[in-house]
């Protein structure tokens, strides 16, 4: 909201939340209507258009979304580099909003305006008047009520919200209160109605007209520089009609210049031309390499977790994963994302953060978690990861982080695999085991004496179990396999405290992968169910406590941190991602990969003093 929130500034759906596109339902029905009583040859196509434009510029938004923040998680043509955060998300979730208006806008215009309908697929004579009424008074008008914006009385009300985004992201541009709205919509209408009253409108000159405008405002919004400089050294004049992201970007953060909205003719005309247009333009075209500290390493996981992606749907990936039933109307779109990234064949960077000088980026491995139960897809997923982990040794990368299945030990030994085939690697492997067993056994509540391990036996679960018998405290599991295969490992001393049978239900079950749900039903009333995996247990009963997976608390200095971890709360991490930090702010020199488990105490105690603190339950 603006600081001194002024008339008119909610959106009248505002409180329909996800249900507000029921209000433009009535005039898509009766489109379908007029389709099955007039046909296609009869029925005006501009009115059945109105929608799937809608749709489309919904379509090109995302687009525009998920192009930007690929290219700030990965770009060296960042422009504003500075922290985003869950606070602009929750702000500029309702992107949509002035698509809706418009919607309605066109149906009222088509429904009492009888120049609009029936209208051609082109008219040329429109589009050159479209043309000039944009660059003419619209550019100008705006220009006017911008800086009229940026008056204290306007501003406080209303635009202050838009500059409330500091760094900008392509929908920032369509961030207001709905009044400025009301007022954009009657300068975009100029062009429109002008080539209406002059019986040269048509359909596709509508379209491209409010095409080029979504354009604009998300290519001035983006934050990376992208324009490059033959197109002003062809044209020269092409400087005054065409402005650039880092040319906007200066509004944004000096706030008193660059007030035009396409076109910086007027910044000219008017001496509000940021003096340091140029130079901001030409440096983050350059751009500047950096170098990144810690890649964590992960991959998605169902189909829908696509979305979930800090790429994909913003106001989704603010929240911790959970289906959701809608999206299998969205079944298509992730289908084809699974293919596309398949096909991709490599990794992609899918999230950027700082921590004081710690530079860090997360890298995703283009497959599913059911493709890594598929022995077929084994060599191919190995191979993907050890090319990330070698082009990580190359770029001078400290610690690569092995996040989800990426580090499975059936996959390829808890990372030892790389290590074996590339003996001298500079940066550190590290799979988080260690940091995983300290936060699950910090878990425990002190009194308790006896647990129950079961599922899938882990180098996680190991070293839990070997630590707790060390403590004196009984180590139940009723899966003989795993028994015989840990049994073993555990010296003389401590042997006795690991027992085996499948009876027993203790205060405490740890669990990990591979644990059924029946199992659950057998549990006594009132147990701690504690996974030890990465993937957290599905809750079947109501009598008993659900803790969650590994994961802590990071501090205020992590920054740009504006997505959640899967299903884990907003700021957040997974204690294997955690670990190859602080292996890097340590500056530990050795890996944590194979049987390998480090001091648990000591990683544990070096993630606190940084900042870090552990949760303990859901």
Not at 267 to 286: A, C, H, P, Q
Not at 403 to 424: F, V
Not at 451 to 471: D, E, F, M, P
Request: glycine share 4%; aromatic share 14%.
């Amino acid at each position: 909201m603006a600081s001194n929130p002024g008339l008119l500034t909610e959106w009248p759906w505002q409180r329909l939340g996800n249900f507000k596109y029921i209000v433009v339902a009535p005039w898509v029905a009766y489109g379908f209507y007029e389709l099955a009583m007039k046909g296609w040859r009869e029925v005006d196509i501009g009115y059945l258009l109105i929608f799937p434009a809608m749709l489309f510029r919904m379509l090109h938004n995302q687009i525009w979304i998920s192009l930007s923040r690929f290219q700030n998680a990965r770009s060296k043509h960042r422009i504003v580099d500075k922290s985003l955060d869950f606070e602009q998300v929750d702000r500029e979730r309702n992107w949509d909003d002035q698509i809706i208006f418009n919607a309605i806008l066109f149906y009222l215009g088509h429904t009492y305006l009888k120049a609009a309908r029936y209208l051609p697929w082109w008219s040329s004579d429109g589009a050159i008047i479209t043309a000039l009424l944009h660059i003419g008074p619209v550019e100008f008008l705006y220009y006017w009520f911008h800086r009229a914006l940026h008056h204290h009385f306007l501003y406080s009300r209303y635009h202050s919200h838009h500059h409330a985004s500091i760094v900008t992201e392509p929908i920032t541009s369509v961030i207001h209160p709905f009044a400025e709205h009301i007022v954009y919509f009657a300068l975009f209408a100029i062009p429109l109605l002008g080539s209406l009253f002059t019986g040269t409108a048509s359909i596709l000159t509508y379209f491209f007209y409010i095409s080029y405008i979504d354009f604009m405002n998300n290519m001035g919004h983006c934050n990376f520089e992208l324009v490059p400089t033959w197109l002003f050294h062809a044209f020269p004049p092409l400087k005054y009609l065409m402005y650039t992201p880092s040319f906007h970007s200066l509004h944004h953060t000096q706030f008193r210049t660059n007030y035009s909205l396409f076109m910086p003719f007027y910044d000219y005309v008017y001496n509000t031309m940021d003096k340091s247009s140029d130079d901001l333009y030409e440096r983050s075209l350059k751009g500047k390499e950096e170098s990144i500290d810690v890649v964590h390493l992960t991959h998605p996981t169902t189909l829908q977790s696509i979305f979930h992606f800090r790429l994909g749907f913003a106001a989704f990936a603010s929240n911790p994963f959970h289906s959701k039933w809608y999206m299998i109307v969205m079944s298509p779109v992730y289908w084809i994302s699974m293919m596309v990234t398949w096909l991709y064949g490599s990794t992609f960077t899918v999230e950027r953060n700082t921590m004081d000088d710690l530079k860090m980026q997360t890298w995703a491995i283009p497959r599913y978690t059911f493709q890594y139960n598929l022995g077929w897809e084994k060599e191919a997923i190995n191979d993907l990861i050890e090319k990330a982990i070698l082009d990580a040794d190359k770029r001078g990368i400290k610690v690569v982080s092995l996040g989800l299945l990426n580090q499975a030990k059936e996959l390829n030994g808890s990372g030892e695999l790389y290590l074996q085939k590339h003996p001298n690697l500079k940066v550190k492997i590290v799979d988080g085991s260690s940091l995983a067993a300290a936060l699950v056994i910090k878990s425990i509540p002190k009194e308790v004496d006896q647990v129950l391990i079961t599922g899938s036996l882990s180098k996680v679960a190991s070293a839990i179990a070997t630590s707790l018998c060390q403590r004196g405290i009984q180590v139940i599991m009723n899966q003989k396999h795993e028994y015989h295969m840990l049994k073993p490992q555990l010296s003389e001393e401590i042997a006795s405290n690991l027992l085996f049978s499948r009876t027993s239900t203790p205060e405490v079950w740890l669990v990990g992968d591979g644990f059924e749900d029946k199992e659950q039903r057998r549990a006594q009333k009132g147990t701690k169910f504690i996974p030890y995996s990465q993937f957290p247990l599905r809750k079947m009963r109501k009598n008993c406590t659900y803790y969650t997976t590994p994961e802590m608390k990071i501090p205020k200095t992590l920054e740009n941190m504006h997505s959640c971890e899967n299903w884990l709360p907003r700021r957040v991490m997974s204690a294997w991602r955690v670990a190859g930090m602080v292996h890097a702010l340590e500056g530990w020199d050795m890996h944590e990969c194979g049987d390998t488990v480090l001091d648990m105490e000591k990683i544990l105690s070096a993630a606190i003093r940084h900042g870090f603190v552990p949760l303990q339950k859901a």
